[in-house]
């Protein structure tokens, strides 16, 4: 009997005052099944092993539910552990024996159980400028004689502007310039920008290094003296009320225009990293001892010079105004009776980061300078505690981190590391080091991280080594991975070794790095996945990085001899996998193992599915959540996402865009085909894992949602700005597909109110869920009568020229939106395109989603399969011979991203309809399997570990025959639907079944 608190096993440090319990039973035999169950809670191992609770006993409860059941006894004690188990009665209600002895371990139930405070370098760096986010932008030419400029206002030093720029075909010259105040001011720094060179968007950036920082004030930056097309990046406000940016304003010619244009200061770099320590002394000997910790942006802790845990990049990231994640260690191994000490290293991550980025991820309220809350209690032997806290008493110093930032990469001096070895250990000389300053708190809650961390996964070593001009050796790691590398050898004092990371290569046969602020890289200063260590000279050097990861299948390293030997550590959430899914097709096995690693490569404590952008975008997450819930254990990852999401939400309903990060547009951004994600993934969790907590936790935040999207609508229409993302050939400016996003819009804005509903009928709001079910019914018919031409059998939009579109068709046959009377037209019609198009798709990720169930669903099984199989473009087949080892962010060879989730949503049809298993009630207790999507496959099998034990479903062709194999766990029922169409129902065991396949 596996037994899980809070989805997890054996947990320590968890904040739930009403801990969720859940176990898979075992037994032999068929038709097993659970009628009762009875929980026991006591303080000690002893009490259970005798079957007594002194905390809580359930009593026997008359329930078949075995997942997430709520504990119901007194209130917990916080930092307190407690043990636990349960057993159950059978389906002739026999009781069994009670399973193993579980435990779980409070920490802090209450803000105050803290003693410790916020500690830092107290330092206040102020913000870089950043004069428009991301946007629409327009191209204002820089005409021969003409000038175009912009205004600005800095609130500190900066060493460097930039600009964004369009550039025509060939290469431009321009002259840029810094000027006090305006357009007549004195000049600081002039610089010709010569042979501009547009990357594949058309874009090139524009630098302007100053020599000296400048300070504080209002500067004008200046284009002038073109050669060639030169063209600066804006936005147009005609509506003072609608400036982006107040504090400047756009000049042409030097007269002020109601333009802001796309402009960037670079800051100075800040501090290094820093180091806090704190020695102490305990007069006993340790019994136990439990260190709480919340490092931002990231932080590792050490005691007596040894590590504390395997977690990386911890705490997860979350918007540090809303919510804080503080982790729990048992550190009783690590301290000893007299001299002790303790010392933290921390790390930037978004919490302090400083580079600018595109996103303006510096610029969010909550960035300051990194600092920690620690609480370290000890219990010594006759019972006496002693807490040690982070306070005024701790030091700091910069640390051999000189460098860290989220896109950017980080830098490692080992000179100062060795001076400063022994820095967390007693006795160190820290007479240097100067008091830490008590920060000001972040503003958000703080919680305990209840769930898996980010750790070192794996070690890759690479499968080529080449050596290109320069000395410059280029590695390559066979795929597309998340993480960063790690080098040993010896090296001179003072070398350094730069180390550049790149998911491609780009025409020259370097590594991709793309145009500063552009679309393939948005780090303004230009610095993308960069690595730089200096060595100390002493002996063999081992070193990676700390506290940034990256997304690449080859690096580039130089500075170095080739005798330093090189590897790769992956890094991701440490969760379960859940899936084997096995076919007899090499196309269809590499989507399934692809999806895998894509998925994996972009878990970090939240889905960021483009490991390159590190950031939680709502509809990558939208199109491989469900495959995601089959394949890994997504119990924590998902919750915390989802908590990330409900916090992020504006006060009018709007679910954020990105997630963490929370970006909100204010609805400038309209697309429930990605924000969908929040009622879509509350409803398939409750499914997966059975967990009615969690959609009473959200589900105040989906209504407000669902009725955002619904208010939204003009007519029962609005513009999903993202709509069919990606389709073959998309157009380089914006690719969406062809048709607009009317139709898309409004098919999940159904689906949203869809959800809702089933949420509403779930926990009894009914009420609620008549007036959805209207709204929904009402918003069909518009659909349709707005979509749908009755006479042709198709789906349009009202973009004339968008031809044929089977994402169109496609998503209301998906989502059973087409009238009954209509559908047969409706598939004969996708299904003629589909072949007059050789079998190629022309989806994007909405439609590469939705068509394979529109076509098996009805009728069109082969066409499906035909489709996912086919090897040239567009096709995952066409990917696989381009040598992709992830998912792309497009079908095209010169996509943008080479690890994007996107393209994941037929991965659940191929669990679903080609191996034919499908959860139909919360937590597993019934699911289906009716196989359909046959083809010309010979086999194809799956195992999913679910919270109800392990699911199986495999069949393979014997002649004229299919053998179906279904394994059933204990106290769950297969419906299974046979391909004659005969039924059978199955409980627990394993079970064999031939019949003809039709």
Request: aromatic fraction near 10%; charged fraction near 20%; include cysteine.
């Amino acid at each position: 009997m596996r037994l899980t608190t809070e989805h997890l096993v054996d947990p320590l440090g968890i904040d739930a005052t009403a801990p969720r319990f859940g176990w898979r039973l075992e037994g032999t035999g068929t038709g097993r099944a659970q009628t009762a169950y009875q929980i026991l809670v006591a303080s000690r191992r002893r009490l259970l092993r005798s079957g007594r609770a002194d905390v809580w006993d359930s009593g026997r409860v008359e329930s078949t539910e075995q997942t997430a059941q709520v504990y119901g006894g007194p209130v917990l004690r916080a930092r307190t552990r407690y043990y636990w188990t349960v057993r159950a009665w059978d389906e002739a209600g026999r009781p069994g024996p009670y399973g193993r002895i579980a435990w779980f371990e409070t920490a802090m139930l209450s803000p105050g159980d803290w003693a410790a405070e916020w500690i830092g370098s107290g330092l206040d760096i102020p913000s870089a400028v950043r004069v428009l986010g991301p946007a629409g932008f327009e191209d204002f030419a820089l005409r021969p004689g003409s000038t175009l400029g912009q205004t600005f206002v800095t609130p500190g030093p900066s060493v460097a502007a930039a600009v964004l720029l369009s550039i025509g075909p060939g290469t431009a010259d321009c002259v840029m310039t810094l000027r006090a105040a305006g357009p007549t001011g004195a000049v600081i720094a002039r610089r010709a920008l010569t042979g501009l060179t547009a990357d594949g968007y058309g874009n090139a950036q524009g630098r302007l290094d100053f020599g000296e920082p400048v300070g504080a004030g209002t500067y004008y930056l200046e284009l002038s003296e073109p050669r060639g097309s030169v063209h600066w990046l804006g936005v147009r406000h005609d509506d003072p009320r609608q400036d982006p940016y107040p504090d400047g304003t756009g000049y042409a010619d030097g007269e002020p225009v109601n333009v802001d244009r796309w402009t960037c200061t670079i800051p100075p770099p800040p501090p290094a990293d820093p180091l806090l320590r704190r020695e102490f002394h305990l007069d006993g000997a340790v019994m136990s001892a439990r260190l709480y910790i919340c490092g931002l942006g990231h932080g590792v802790a050490w005691v007596n010079g040894r590590r504390v845990g395997d977690a990386e990049l911890s705490p997860a990231t979350t918007d540090y105004d809303r919510r804080l994640l503080y982790t729990t260690h048992d550190v009783t191994s690590l301290l000893r009776r007299g001299n002790n000490a303790i010392g933290v290293a921390l790390g930037r991550g978004f919490f302090a980061t400083r580079a600018p980025d595109t996103d303006g991820s510096n610029l969010q309220p909550w960035v300051s300078e990194p600092q920690v809350r620690a609480q370290l209690e000890v219990r010594l032997a006759g019972g006496r505690r002693v807490t040690i806290g982070s306070d005024r008493t701790w030091h700091y110093i910069e640390g051999p981190t000189t460098y860290d930032g989220v896109f950017n990469g980080e830098s490692h001096d080992a000179r100062r590391a060795a001076d400063l070895s022994g820095w967390s250990s007693p006795g160190f000389d820290e007479t240097s080091w100067k008091p830490v300053i008590l920060a000001r708190e972040p503003g958000g809650r703080l919680e305990a991280f209840a769930g898996e961390p980010v750790r070192a996964t794996r070690i890759v070593r690479p499968v080529g080594d080449k050596l290109l001009p320069g000395g410059v050796r280029q590695l390559d790691f066979g795929a597309v991975m998340s993480g960063r590398v790690r080098l040993r050898g010896r090296l001179p004092r003072g070398t350094i070794v730069r180390i550049q990371y790149g998911e491609k290569l780009a025409a020259d046969g370097r590594v991709s790095v793309g145009v500063p602020g552009g679309n393939e890289n948005p780090s303004v200063e230009g610095r993308l996945q960069l690595d730089e260590y200096t060595a100390s000279g002493a002996g063999e050097e081992t070193w990676q990085p700390s506290f940034t990861y990256k997304s690449f299948q080859y690096v580039e390293v130089s500075g170095a001899s080739e005798s330093l030997e090189l590897v790769a550590v992956q890094l991701n959430s440490d969760v379960a996998d859940t899936m084997n899914l096995q076919l007899g097709d090499p196309v269809l096995q590499w989507i399934v193992d692809t999806f895998a690693r894509t998925a994996a490569n972009g878990l970090h404590g939240f889905p960021d599915g483009s490991p390159l952008a590190k950031v939680g975008w709502t509809g990558m997450t939208h199109w491989s959540s469900q495959p995601m819930l089959y394949r890994f254990a997504m119990q924590t990852v998902f919750a915390k996402w989802l908590d990330d999401l409900r916090l992020g939400q504006a006060p009018d309903g709007e679910i954020p865009l990105i997630a963490p990060p929370a970006a909100t547009t204010g609805g400038f951004l309209f697309t429930p085909s990605s924000t969908g994600v929040y009622p879509y993934l509350v409803h398939r969790y409750w499914l997966a894992y059975g967990d009615r907590t969690l959609p009473a936790r959200h589900f105040e935040s989906v209504r407000k949602y669902v009725d955002w999207c619904v208010a939204k609508l003009d007519s029962g229409v609005s513009d999903d700005q993202f709509g069919d993302w990606y389709p073959p050939n998309p157009p380089k400016e914006y690719p969406r597909g062809r048709e607009g996003g009317s139709l898309v819009g409004v098919a999940f804005v159904i689906q949203s109110l869809r959800q809702g509903t089933a949420l509403a009928e779930l926990l009894g709001r009914t009420r609620r869920a008549a007036a959805w079910r209207d709204r929904t019914d009402e918003l069909v018919r518009q659909f349709n009568d707005r979509f749908l031409d009755r006479k042709a059998g198709l789906y349009r939009t009202e973009v004339a020229d968008a031809g044929y579109r089977q994402t169109s068709n496609a998503v209301p046959l998906a989502f059973d939106l087409v009238p009954t009377a209509h559908v047969d037209a409706v598939v004969a019609n996708l299904a003629a395109d589909i072949e007059a198009r050789g079998r190629h798709l022309n989806t994007g990720n909405v439609g590469t989603a939705t068509l394979p169930y529109a076509l098996s669903d009805h009728g069109r099984s082969d066409l499906a399969l035909a489709v996912l199989d086919r090897q040239d473009h567009p096709s995952y087949g066409y990917l696989r011979g381009l040598g992709a080892t992830t998912f792309w962010e497009s079908w095209e060879a010169d996509a943008r991203a080479h690890n994007d989730a996107t393209l994941s949503g037929p991965v659940a049809w191929l669990v679903e309809r080609v191996a034919g298993v499908e959860v139909l009630e919360p937590g597993w207790a019934r699911f289906r399997v009716a196989p359909t999507a046959f083809g010309r496959l010979p086999w194809a099998r799956v195992t999913l570990d679910t919270v109800r034990g392990r699911v199986l479903v495999g069949w393979r062709r014997d002649g004229d025959l299919v053998v179906l194999y279904v394994g059933v766990p204990v106290n769950a029922v297969a419906e299974v639907t046979l391909p004659n169409g005969r039924r059978h129902e199955l409980g627990s065991g394993r079970h064999r079944i031939s019949t003809a396949l039709r």
